[in-house]
Nanobody, 121 residues
Framework: QVQLVESGGGLVQAGGSLRLSCVPSGSMHALNAMAWYRQAPGMARELIASISSGGSLYYLDSVKGRFTISRDNAKNTVYLQMNSLQPEDTGVYYC???????????????WGQGAQVTVSS
């Protein structure tokens, strides 16, 4: 089974920075789109940023100019660089990857275990 292992979460003060990493493992024919979602306490999970296999980018308006998603295809790793963090950025961040496990697989989504990000005032 494909697994997505996240790292890089933690506690920071407002204005600080963190970088999240997501490393897929397991049997994969191809990695398609990858994304980061956030779930704040008591709220629904929402899409924060995504990057396609071709490099097309999406950012939630509230993180534009502060967050950067990037992808290292050689390492099969996606990153989320988070700068100028604010308390409203607090939540559990989940990596998501669309994976083709075989040559004829159109793609199946997998989720990371979640990384807690807490931003203090």
């Amino acid at each position: 089974q494909v697994q997505l292992v996240e790292s890089g979460g933690g506690l920071v003060q407002a204005g600080g920075s963190l970088r999240l990493s997501c490393v897929p493992s397991g049997s994969m024919h191809a990695l398609n789109a990858m994304a980061w979602y956030r779930q704040a306490p008591g709220m629904a999970r929402e899409l924060i940023a995504s990057i396609s296999s071709g490099g097309s980018l999406y950012y939630l308006d509230s993180v534009k100019g502060r967050f950067t998603i990037s992808r290292d295809n050689a390492k099969n790793t996606v990153y989320l660089q988070m700068n100028s963090l604010q308390p409203e950025d607090t939540g559990v961040y989940y990596c998501n990857a669309d994976v083709s496990q075989t040559y004829d697989d159109p793609g199946t989504m997998f989720w990371g275990q979640g990384a807690q990000v807490t931003v203090s005032s």
